[in-house]
T-cell receptor
Framework: GAVVSQHPSRVICKSGTSVKIECRSL??????MFWYRQFPKQSLMLMAT?????????EQGVEKDKFLINHASLTLSTLTVTSAHPEDSSFYIC???????????FGPGTRLTVL | AQSVTQLDSQVPVFEEAPVELRCNYS??????LFWYVQYPNQGLQLLLK??????LVKGINGFEAEFNKSQTSFHLRKPTVHISDTAEYFC????????????FGTGTRLTVIP
């Protein structure tokens, strides 16, 4: 399967600042990348789907102006949480796939804490 | 659309005992089925998947699952659990048109008691 990395693994920021999280597919041409968030003791909730070179498709209830997603290449997608607030504190996980794949490959996650 | 139900939110089991984690799905089309494990503060690791063929699927770490189409189930089993199996387990389903639509269950917390 694909090897997916995320950076940073943990980040703490002040309320009102912006935070960028990177998702890299190290050995896989990821035509599609996904961003999920996971609250404590809950399942993964899909935030958005991005195809390389296209605008991301956001799930209902996810603010696209707050969670900026860029998928500029087949190996990199970034999620920027703009003007972060404490309620944005969560575990963010990315995953990748391609047209022929039958599964998604997940990154290790990023723990965001907004003070 | 598909949906997944994991009937047990928490399953405590003694070390070296067998365990079964239940998963039922709903779908109007044929599906792929997955079990993932998540250790604290980590991403998801694929345990096993059913795509087609034999309904008994063997995965990593001694886990296996059986696809039962008539009962729309995909229960996960392990004959002997270890302390290291303590984790969160997620069942997921997707349609056959690639991996773009993956629906997760709410997860089952497996706690292995020494």
């Amino acid at each position: 399967g694909a090897v997916v990395s995320q950076h940073p693994s943990r980040v703490i920021c002040k309320s009102g600042t912006s935070v960028k999280i990177e998702c890299r597919s190290l050995d896989f041409q990821a035509t599609t990348m996904f961003w999920y968030r996971q609250f404590p003791k809950q399942s993964l909730m899909l935030m958005a789907t991005s195809n390389e070179g296209s605008k991301a498709t956001y799930e209902q209830g996810v603010e696209k102006d707050k969670f900026l997603i860029n998928h500029a290449s087949l190996t990199l997608s970034t999620l920027t949480v703009t003007s972060a607030h404490p309620e944005d504190s969560s575990f963010y996980i990315c995953s990748v796939t391609s047209g022929r794949a039958t599964e998604q490959f997940f990154g290790p996650g990023t723990r965001l804490t907004v003070l | 659309a598909q949906s997944v139900t994991q009937l047990d939110s928490q399953v405590p089991v003694f070390e070296e005992a067998p365990v079964e984690l239940r998963c039922n799905y709903s779908s109007s089309v044929s599906v792929y089925l997955f079990w993932y494990v998540q250790y604290p503060n980590q991403g998801l690791q694929l345990l096993l998947k059913y795509l087609s063929g034999s309904t008994l699927v063997k995965g990593i770490n001694g886990f296996e699952a059986e696809f039962n189409k008539s009962q729309t189930s995909f229960h996960l089993r392990k004959p002997t659990v270890h302390i290291s199996d303590t984790a969160e387990y997620f069942c997921a389903v997707s349609d056959l048109y690639g991996a773009n639509n993956l629906f997760f269950g709410t997860g089952t917390r497996l706690t292995v008691i020494p």
